[in-house]
């Protein structure tokens, strides 16, 4: 992860200089859905584009991670999204469609490597350390404010929503949007066809109007921490990497949890204060994640479960994950796009609600705080 941010961070500068002149390329348009979290909320898709993937299988196209991707810069301007008001996002998905409509994925030769969001207008106190420790963890300190970041996603979890409220309010809040605020879009997708083609990158965002209860934080944090871990994914056999301990340092909830691996992966588990609670596992193949590469079969991850919340946390708690892959039974593909050893990858995504201006929530299922832990 900390090579990602590296190569994303000067993304984001040039994105500033890009805007300009790619304000006329680009059009935001909006269609109302019926929501699906929230009875009261609203829902909306907003489609970007037009983007033209260049004729695939030619190399690498911009700032691509992959050899054969192309990667795309867009700043969604200021009040696009909830209606040009402000709003808190419950659920939001990202995904690619063609002009028609359809999605464009693997079965329509379009992998979507990833698709990051920041909010060029909102700082956050992150609620969790990126990097981990194997010793205690009142050693790592509390890190600065950093810009939040937004809806993102890539091939193996953009069928299913980031959730960053609960369904039923008990713990009130989601993701503050406000209609002052822009985003900015770094995607990086390969054509898997050697021929151009036009897609659309969509928002499906479920929002209550105005900021309610408190604001969702996300995060992003990869088993390998800061300190270089390698992820093991041995050919032929099942391996287990396990980080060191992540730091909490605010009381809240994790709204739920959602693991994101290659193909070899098989789980990713996640523990609180050294106890096992819950695990995302990789789903495979079906409709979209099915494709034939060198007239062999190849199924990609196509989703990972949710672990499902809310999940008490307290200051000073720790997490850590563990990354599981199994090469025999899901054997690397052999063409070089979104895969290979190098990009074995073991990421976790919670969105967390602070309980600070919250009424108690009721339905809190896991209480695993450790309890004699530092406040400050
Ligand atoms: C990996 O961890 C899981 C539990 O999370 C365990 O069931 C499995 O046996 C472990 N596999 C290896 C190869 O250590």
Redesign the pocket.
Known sequence: MKVQIALLLPVAISAAVLDSRQAAQYRFTTKELKPQLRANAKRGLTRVGPIKLLAGLSGRHGMSMDPNGQSVQITIPKATFCGGSDCTIVAGLVGVQFEDGTAADVSKGVYTHHILGSNANKRVDPFVSSCDTAGDVKSIRRPTAVAAGFVGGSDDNINEPTVYGTKDGSIEGGYWLGKDQSVRVMGDLVNLHKKEKTVYITYDLEYIPGHVGADALGSLISVTGCGGKKIAAPAGA???TTSGKFRFFRDGYLVNGKGHLHDGGV?M?LLINGK?TC?SEAIYGGEGATTVQNGKKWETISGMTICSGPIKIKDGDYMQL?A?YDLSKHPLREHGTGGGMAEIMGMWTSPFIGVKGNAPPKNAIVDVSSGDVERH
């Open positions: 099942a391996a287990n789980a588990d096992y695990s563990n599981r």
